[in-house]
């Protein structure tokens, strides 16, 4: 608080103006500084940023890509398109073969996109390679991809990857949604 001071003799003849002196308190604002620091110290440590994992490839010498084989089965490999309106489509089939009567919708239940993967992974021929090949749509929520990868992490499948959708995907998700 501010505190003024005057001092009067009384006793002069001149008239003096009065010299007043100004003393602030600083302690209620040191106090208020205390607090305001212990309050974002609290609050800044309680907040924890929320982290995915991300599986990354293990690099490789030159004598291990040699021996590394590019192709692919496709019982190894499973599709799954993630289209707009929490719409969600898969198949497990060749890309010359992919038309609109063999692109599958399901849902993001746990009898949906879960069951299809664990009974993918469980019939691939080799269960090490099983992987997992997401695409969103342009016109996608991101809620929806997050959704998907959360159903990678419950699946367990640790082999997956998120690519662009190919021309022959579109068509045949247009021939089946009716666009």
Known sequence: MAQIESHDDGGGKKVR???NSTKVDMAPLVDLGFLLITFFMFAATSIKPNVMN???P???DDKTKKDVSTEVNIKNSITILVAKDNKLFWYQEEAKNLNAG???ETDYSAEGIRKIITTAAAGAPDKEKFTVIIKPM???S???LVNVLDEMEITK???YGIVQIVPFEQKAYEEKVGK
Do not use: F, G, I, V
Request: hydrophobic content about 25%; glycine content about 0%.
């Open 157 to 159: 499948s640790t082999r």
């Open 58 to 60: 293990p690099k490789l």
């Open 17 to 19: 103006s009065k010299k």
């Open 54 to 56: 991300l599986n990354m």
């Open 102 to 104: 063999n692109l599958n």
């Open 142 to 144: 991101y809620d929806n």
């Open 138 to 140: 342009d016109d996608a």
